[in-house]
Nanobody, 127 residues
Framework: QVQLVESGGGLVQAGGSLRLSCAAS????????MGWFRQAPGKEREFVSF????????TYTDSVKGRFTISRDNAKNTVYLQMNSLKPEDTAVYYC????????????????????WGQGTQVTVSS
């Protein structure tokens, strides 16, 4: 059974940092593009970042560029999201997702492009 388990969420003040982790099991981790999404109350789930199978390519949504960094360790079957200079508008449930190869990379920026999802971890940034 495929499992993605997020950890590292919590409550931080604006300007602070948080590091999220996502541990994967039940799949060949290096065969999957990995992504992070977030969902605020009353909002649709939105794309944050993705990283290719070997970490050679990364993509970020404009609102987090320069503040967030995605990385992966295939030996540990884990993907990370380092979040710095956090803002109240970053408050959301953050989800890890895995995507088996798609025909074009644009699929990785949308919810529909992913095959497996974690349960999410809450990130709250206070002002």
């Amino acid at each position: 059974q495929v499992q993605l388990v997020e950890s590292g969420g919590g409550l931080v003040q604006a300007g602070g940092s948080l590091r999220l982790s996502c541990a994967a099991s039940g799949l060949t981790f290096s065969s999957y593009t990995m992504g992070w999404f977030r969902q605020a109350p009353g909002k649709e789930r939105e794309f944050v970042s993705f990283i290719s199978w070997n970490g050679g390519s990364t993509t970020y949504t404009d609102s987090v560029k320069g503040r967030f960094t995605i990385s992966r360790d295939n030996a540990k079957n884990t993907v990370y999201l380092q979040m710095n200079s956090l803002k109240p508008e970053d408050t959301a449930v953050y989800y890890c997702a895995a995507s088996y190869r798609k025909s074009a990379s644009y699929y990785y920026t949308g919810v529909q492009g992913y095959d497996y999802w974690g349960q999410g971890t809450q990130v709250t940034v206070s002002s």
